[in-house]
């Protein structure tokens, strides 16, 4: 069982940093270990890390009480 | 620009107040096309009536004079011939043998009997003439009294006379109706006059040309600290002008609600975070789905309060949401967090 979940979102190619910046931080407030955004050609490439439950604590941020 | 749009409420408000209780207004002086018109065909067909009438008066008058006349020669030739007769007989009384005598006073009777009838005839005729002339004269005083009314009419038309329009009673009202209809003037006033106009204000802030020689970074504060007083303001409106404010480069608002979102959901009740990470407000996208199915394969959500908030973090963080979605969490949010 992997101890991380990594997800991918497009993003359309005129979205601005400041927006990518904003997605990128509601993700890690939502307790991603970490978020960022790659080149995909025509759009933008939005990648987060999840921690999966269960299994290896990754984050402390999502650590379960 | 305001004050016009104050004043454009204020005239709606009065004329929406007026459509219920009746506009407190003078009585409309009202005459009509037509019944002008009327007046005047009548008052020209009168006048007209009148002359012709007046014509033939005076002929009825020369044709009873003239049977007065003839009558009165009539009279004078039966008188004539009657005296002519007296003679005639009181010659042959003389001689009463005498033929020429007796042929004279048959004669004298045959005239006399035709002046009889001539003067009959000129009678008749003379009570015709009369009568032909009391009726003239009759038809000219009626005609005379209606040219008198059109007239009369008319005069008023010119004056700006005419029929008052009848004002729209409001006595019929039944207690209900005129406590329904204070309360939706009360209603209207209550709101126009409670209007808030910060939104618009802002609007036209937000879409007004931008000053050269305001810097850049000064209109961007502004049109956000407007965006904020919109927001504060009414949320209705927001949606309304998103358009414009995603113009203005500003902060979109999903992202803005569901930050908002994220801070109820650590303050939800253990029992109510479960309950809404296992069956959520609104249906969840596939790849969300798979998200917390992958994240969370032993289904620890269902019965840990700590996992079920963080995988509502999680579906809220990537479920993009629509509007009226991301209303429904919060709703759902906030009244588990009420009890």
Same mark, same amino acid.
């Given at each position: 069982?992997?101890?991380?979940?990594?997800?991918?979102?497009?993003?359309?190619?005129?979205?601005?940093?400041?927006? *990518?910046? +904003?997605? *990128?931080?509601? +993700?890690?407030?939502?307790?991603? *270990?970490?978020?960022?955004?790659?080149?995909?050609?025509?759009?933008?490439?939005?990648?987060?890390?999840?921690?999966?439950?269960?299994?290896? *604590?990754?984050?402390?941020?999502?650590?379960?009480? | 620009?305001?004050?016009?749009?104050?004043?454009?409420?204020?005239?709606?408000?009065?004329?929406?107040?007026?459509?219920?209780?009746?506009?407190?207004?003078?009585?409309?002086?009202?005459?009509? &096309?037509?019944?002008?018109? @009327?007046?005047?065909?009548?008052?020209?067909?009168?006048?007209?009536?009148?002359?012709?009438? &007046?014509?033939?008066?005076? /002929?009825?008058?020369?044709?009873?004079?003239?049977?007065?006349?003839?009558?009165?020669?009539?009279?004078?030739?039966?008188?004539?011939?009657?005296?002519?007769?007296?003679?005639?007989?009181?010659?042959?009384?003389?001689?009463?043998?005498?033929?020429? !005598?007796?042929?004279?006073?048959? /004669?004298?009777?045959?005239?006399? &009997?035709?002046?009889?009838?001539?003067? @009959?005839?000129?009678?008749?005729?003379?009570?015709? !003439?009369?009568?032909?002339?009391?009726?003239?004269?009759?038809?000219?005083?009626?005609?005379?009294?209606?040219?008198?009314?059109?007239?009369?009419?008319?005069?008023?038309?010119?004056?700006?006379?005419?029929?008052?329009?009848?004002?729209?009673? /409001?006595?019929?009202?039944?207690?209900?109706?005129?406590?329904?209809?204070?309360?939706?003037?009360?209603?209207?006033?209550?709101?126009?006059?409670?209007?808030?106009?910060?939104?618009?204000?802002?609007?036209?802030?937000?879409? @007004? #040309?931008?000053?050269?020689?305001?810097?850049?970074?000064? /209109?961007?504060?502004?049109?956000?600290?407007?965006?904020?007083?919109?927001?504060?303001?009414?949320?209705?409106?927001?949606?309304?002008?998103? &358009?414009?404010?995603?113009?203005?480069?500003?902060?979109?608002?999903?992202?803005? !609600?569901?930050?908002?979102?994220?801070?109820?959901?650590?303050?939800? #009740?253990?029992? %109510?975070?479960?309950?809404?990470?296992?069956? #959520?407000?609104?249906?969840?996208?596939?790849?969300?789905?798979?998200?917390?199915?992958?994240?969370?394969?032993?289904?620890? !959500?269902?019965?840990?309060?700590?996992?079920?908030?963080?995988?509502?973090?999680?579906?809220?963080?990537?479920?993009?949401?629509?509007?009226?979605?991301?209303?429904?969490? %919060?709703?759902?949010?906030?009244?588990?967090?009420?009890?």
């Amino acid at each position: 069982m992997p101890a991380t979940v990594t997800t991918e979102e497009k993003l359309e190619r005129s979205t601005s940093k400041a927006a *990518i910046k +904003r997605a *990128i931080d509601l +993700r890690i407030s939502a307790g991603a *270990i970490r978020s960022w955004v790659e080149d995909g050609g025509d759009h933008w490439l939005l990648k987060t890390e999840w921690n999966v439950f269960g299994s290896n *604590i990754a984050n402390p941020m999502n650590a379960v009480d | 620009m305001l004050l016009l749009a104050r004043s454009q409420d204020l005239t709606a408000t009065v004329v929406a107040i007026e459509q219920l209780t009746g506009a407190v207004v003078a009585q409309q002086a009202v005459l009509s &096309g037509q019944a002008n018109s @009327q007046s005047i065909a009548t008052l020209l067909a009168n006048k007209e009536a009148l002359e012709q009438i &007046g014509a033939q008066l005076e /002929r009825d008058q020369i044709a009873v004079q003239e049977a007065t006349t003839a009558e009165a020669s009539a009279r004078a030739a039966l008188d004539g011939e009657q005296k002519k007769l007296e003679d005639a007989q009181d010659a042959l009384a003389g001689d009463p043998d005498n033929e020429d !005598r007796k042929s004279a006073v048959d /004669r004298a009777k045959i005239d006399v &009997g035709r002046a009889e009838d001539n003067l @009959q005839l000129k009678n008749s005729e003379l009570a015709l !003439r009369k009568s032909q002339l009391n009726e003239t004269q009759k038809v000219r005083d009626a005609v005379a009294r209606q040219l008198d009314s059109a007239t009369a009419s008319a005069s008023a038309a010119a004056s700006g006379g005419g029929q008052f329009g009848a004002s729209q009673s /409001r006595d019929n009202l039944t207690d209900t109706t005129a406590t329904a209809i204070a309360s939706a003037v009360e209603n209207i006033v209550t709101r126009v006059v409670g209007k808030n106009y910060l939104t618009d204000a802002c609007i036209a802030i937000i879409t @007004q #040309p931008p000053d050269p020689k305001m810097p850049l970074a000064e /209109r961007q504060e502004t049109v956000r600290a407007c965006y904020e007083l919109m927001k504060q303001a009414n949320r209705s409106e927001i949606l309304r002008f998103k &358009g414009v404010v995603a113009e203005s480069s500003l902060e979109p608002e999903p992202i803005d !609600r569901v930050k908002q979102l994220l801070a109820l959901v650590s303050k939800l #009740p253990a029992r %109510d975070a479960i309950r809404l990470a296992t069956t #959520p407000p609104v249906a969840l996208s596939p790849d969300v789905e798979a998200l917390v199915n992958a994240t969370d394969p032993q289904r620890l !959500r269902t019965r840990d309060a700590s996992v079920a908030r963080l995988i509502l973090k999680r579906m809220l963080a990537v479920g993009a949401f629509s509007p009226a979605e991301l209303t429904a969490w %919060d709703a759902a949010m906030r009244a588990a967090i009420a009890g």
